[in-house]
């Protein structure tokens, strides 16, 4: 049995007290206080680190990477649930003394491997080996939290297009749809895919698009606008346009958009009193 194979045993046998010992260490530079559970844990998937370094000394560079990569995913999935309670600015405090702790874990091997017996080639193997491993660790623990914040941001960025164009009823056949914010290409392909067939649903006849909650208008925004009142135009909606406010016109006028196709008003109000004034003279006119 060579050196290598020795220290293996010994670091398998040893996972429990050096992992306890890093975990203390850890714990005196944390500018936050964990849990009792969470320590516990943290106790754990250390020992099971140093056990996978353990018995990983005598496989090659490729094969380690492929195992490590799987037994991190393994112990990443368990470990989400409890890492969520955190905010990014603990999970920052947790990450500050990773450089410190690495280096006490590395300076711990080296110090056993020796008492072992090693030699400074196999010293450095162990060394290079353990700080392989903690560094695809942190890396892929940053890249999966970075995925799951992805995630949460699209998520939230849905609901939030969802809120910024709501279909507000306000009389038989007549609605509302407030254009808030950007008017970008996500929430264009929002309301067309989205809100167009609910208005057609809801047998609405008359659709006030209101702008005052729009923050500009250009060409590109414009030509969405256009689309869409085609759109409704083919589903036989009648459209007005309101809430062009004075910096909206300056921008549309410097831009040189013809809005002059498109029925418009001052506000809400105005457009739904047109409206009605428009239904008594046909009535009068019957």
Not at 165 to 182: D, R, T
Request: a negative charge; hydrophobic letters at 45%.
């Amino acid at each position: 049995m060579n050196g290598i194979e020795k220290f293996a045993i010994f670091l398998i046998r040893n996972a429990e007290s050096i992992s306890k010992e890093i975990v203390e260490y850890n714990l005196g530079k944390l500018e936050i206080e964990l849990p009792g559970e969470m320590i516990e844990k943290s106790i754990t998937t250390n020992r099971e680190f140093l056990e996978f370094v353990g018995n990983s000394l005598n496989s090659a560079d490729e094969a380690v990477t492929e195992m490590f990569l799987q037994w991190h995913k393994k112990h990443l999935e368990k470990s989400q649930a409890e890492s969520r309670q955190f905010s990014f600015e603990d999970i920052s405090s947790l990450l500050k003394p990773y450089a410190e702790t690495k280096l006490q874990l590395i300076n711990m091997l080296a110090k056993t491997s020796i008492k072992q017996g090693l030699s400074a080639e196999e010293v450095i193997f162990v060394n290079n080996r353990t700080n392989y491993l903690l560094d695809l660790s942190i890396t892929q623990s940053i890249l999966e939290r970075e995925r799951l914040a992805n995630e949460t941001n699209v998520k939230n960025q849905k609901v939030i297009t969802e809120l910024s164009s709501p279909i507000v009823p306000i009389q038989n056949g007549i609605a509302v749809l407030p254009f808030i914010g950007e008017f970008d290409l996500h929430r264009s392909e929002h309301i067309m895919d989205r809100v167009l067939p609910r208005i057609s649903n809801l047998k609405i006849q008359c659709l006030i698009i209101d702008f005052s909650g729009l923050v500009t208008i250009d060409n590109e925004v414009a030509g969405r606008i256009f689309h869409i009142h085609k759109a409704l135009a083919l589903l036989g909606v009648h459209t007005i346009f309101t809430g062009i406010r004075p910096d909206l016109a300056t921008s549309i006028i410097a831009a040189g958009i013809d809005f002059t196709a498109l029925e418009t008003f001052g506000t809400v109000q105005q457009a739904i009193l047109s409206m009605s004034l428009h239904s008594q003279r046909q009535l009068h006119m019957s």
